[in-house]
């Protein structure tokens, strides 16, 4: 298997928080590249230390993501519908909880002023759901650390915040998947 798509699989099996932003970035890796494969292959694939022939895979991997990214009409922005379903299934957990769960709620009000800030920035671009707020937030701290900018305090403590709901989302989704297979 190859080592990107071997790595999906495992975040998409322990953290599904950290699959939907490892998605993002995959996507992002595509556009930066203009979805030139043969320059993915020569300056990204190239530097992993695996065989030719999981070069390939990976090469056919990222041709897979590029072709899925086009067919959806989301070559210029936008995200795949496949990544997306992951994200409106951690909403949908994140409604229930918000009714039930009292630990989870605390945990939420937390991030909740946070959320609305960036809700009331975003104006007309706002996300579609608080759970997207909080992965916009945290992947757009990963983005910053990459480009080694100084991150406000009050950065930090949102994505701390938003990071404690994903984690408590990440553990109820992977509860109700373990429930749903040892029901079947």
Sequence with gaps: MDIMKAIAEKKKGQNIGEYIIYMYQMEDLLRAFQFNLDEIRQYVISHYPISEAEKAETLEWFEELANALENEGKKEKGRLNSTQAYVNELANIHWELLKSDKNYFE????????????????????????????????????????????????????????????????????DKLRNQTSQN
Excluded at 111 to 133: C, T
Excluded at 147 to 174: C, H, M, Q
């Design 107 to 174: 945990s939420y009000q937390k991030a909740k002023p946070h959320i609305i800030q960036l809700v009331l920035a975003a104006g007309d671009e706002a996300p579609a759901n608080e759970v997207q707020v909080c992965i916009n937030a945290i992947y757009g701290l990963l983005l910053a650390k990459l480009k080694g900018r100084e991150i406000p305090n009050d950065i930090n403590e949102a994505t701390e915040a938003f990071g404690n709901v994903l984690s408590y989302l990440n553990w109820v989704y992977f």
